[in-house]
């Protein structure tokens, strides 16, 4: 080995690389670099890993997770893109390559002055005033989508109205949402889907991508359209970070194509909750209306006196007037009897036979009346007692029945005196004279 060789210094590889690092880290400040994607690639750990070229170079270049994660859009090959990035080594293979902190698509910044002066011209004419934003409709029947036919948009809305919403009727506009020519689909789908007035409201989705993939819908046109909309217009554009023109013009925008869709329709689960807790809510009022009925009930059954025992205190009422009366006529008779008694011993003492034929006529007359008296009494009497026997007799619910009537009962047992008290379909119990019938209600009449 010569003598020149033998002078240099021996280094390590890693030695070498981690030098030549501090070198071109120590020279070169973040560079803002401008280049072609390429060979782009997106591993299960968030990183991004991709080459930047030009006609006659090409370098390797990573932006970790945690700045890629800023990005409102993602990169895709053959995107001319400028990055903000510090130039390094990676040691392990010695290879040279840019640490990528921010990324901004080719042209972004006239795209984004194009943007503020296309908001700001709408804004002075007064197309995102809030008094211009229709209110969206509570309960849709039938919501217009438009939308391309093929996008993950369309699927999102579907999968999401389906899930919460199923009667929810959807018909799609399909149309392309990117590019020149979906300016004029959207518009003329705006158009007929206003002029049709077959739905409720509209939704215009797209799913995420880049500012360039997006900007159709920052064309006035589009704005135009939807703020002469009469249909509410309600935006689910890109993600939640994208904002386009269309989203300052629309009566609701949402952040995503599933967002919108659930904004626009009812919770299935949220109603169903609902739904129970009226039904319980009914089933509590309805018990305590039936336990203050059969209170009320019980009240009445106490006071209201048995038909039965009302006749028997009426029979011991006549027995008594019977017994009332025999004691009177035994008592008159008696003392008619005393009364005789005296006139024959007058009579006997007088001996006056004349006197005594006519006092024994009159004795006779007074048996006569007597007698007659108390068969009138005695048939006053007993027609009183028919009387109430029948009154009472009238209200025994058995006497009822046989005179044709019927007690009609629901399937718990609680007598039904409207039409109003049962629905149509319910089993009901009629009870006749003899025998009852179990009969269902087919419709009813008031």
């Known amino acids: 080995m010569s003598e020149f060789a033998t002078s240099l210094p021996i280094l390590r590889v890693s030695d070498l690389n981690s030098a030549v690092r501090e070198i071109i880290e120590g020279n070169f400040p973040p560079l803002r670099v401008e280049g072609e994607i390429s060979n782009f690639a997106c591993p299960s750990s968030g990183h991004w890993y991709f080459s930047l070229k030009d006609a006659q170079a090409q370098v390797r270049c990573a932006m970790f997770r945690n700045r890629n994660g800023l990005q409102s859009w993602r990169p895709r090959d053959g995107q001319q893109v400028q990055v903000i990035a510090q130039p390094t080594l990676y040691e392990g293979r010695g290879e040279f390559q840019l640490i990528v902190e921010q990324m901004e698509e080719l042209g972004a910044g006239n795209l984004a002055a194009e943007f503020q002066r296309i908001k700001d011209k709408l804004a002075a004419e007064g197309l995102f005033a809030n008094e211009h934003k229709r209110p969206l409709p509570q309960h849709p029947r039938r919501v217009a989508v438009i939308s391309s036919a093929t996008g993950a948009a369309w699927h999102d809305i579907r999968v999401t109205l389906a899930k919460r919403w199923p ?22 789908a705006l158009h007929n889907a206003n002029r049709r007035a077959q739905e409720d409201l509209i939704i215009l989705a797209r799913g995420g991508g880049s500012a360039e993939d997006l900007w159709c819908f920052n064309d006035e046109r589009i704005a135009r359209a939807i703020h002469a909309s009469v249909l509410p217009v309600v935006t689910g554009i890109g993600h939640e970070i994208d904002f386009t023109i269309a989203d300052f013009v629309a009566d609701w925008r949402a952040a995503t194509p599933t967002a919108a869709a659930e904004q626009i329709s009812p919770d299935r689960e949220e109603w169903a909750q609902r739904i129970r807790n009226q039904r319980q809510q009914l089933i509590r009022s309805m018990e305590r209306h ?157």
């Open 167 to 188: 009667l929810l009727e959807l018909l799609l506009y399909p149309v392309q949402v990117q590019g020149e020519a979906a300016v004029t689909q959207i518009v003329a």
């Open 290 to 446: 039936l336990r203050d009925a059969i209170l009320a009930l019980d009240y009445l059954r106490v006071r209201l006196r048995n038909p039965l025992t009302a006749l028997q205190q009426q029979e011991r009422e006549v027995a008594q007037l019977q017994s009332r009366l025999g004691r009177q006529m035994r008592l008159h008779l008696a003392r008619s009897e005393q009364h005789r008694t005296a006139l024959q011993a007058r009579l006997l003492r007088l001996d006056p036979h004349q006197a005594i034929d006519r006092h024994l006529d009159h004795i006779a007359r007074l048996r006569d009346r007597l007698r007659l008296g108390i068969q009138y009494q005695m048939q006053q009497r007993e027609q009183e007692l028919d009387r109430r026997r029948l009154r009472l007799l009238a209200l025994n619910p058995a006497a009822v029945l046989e005179r044709g009537y019927a007690i009609v009962r629901d399937k718990q047992g609680t007598v039904l005196r409207s039409s109003t008290d049962v629905a149509v379909g319910t089993r009901i119990d009629v009870q006749l004279w003899r025998g009852h019938l179990h009969s269902q209600v087919l419709e009813r009449e008031e």
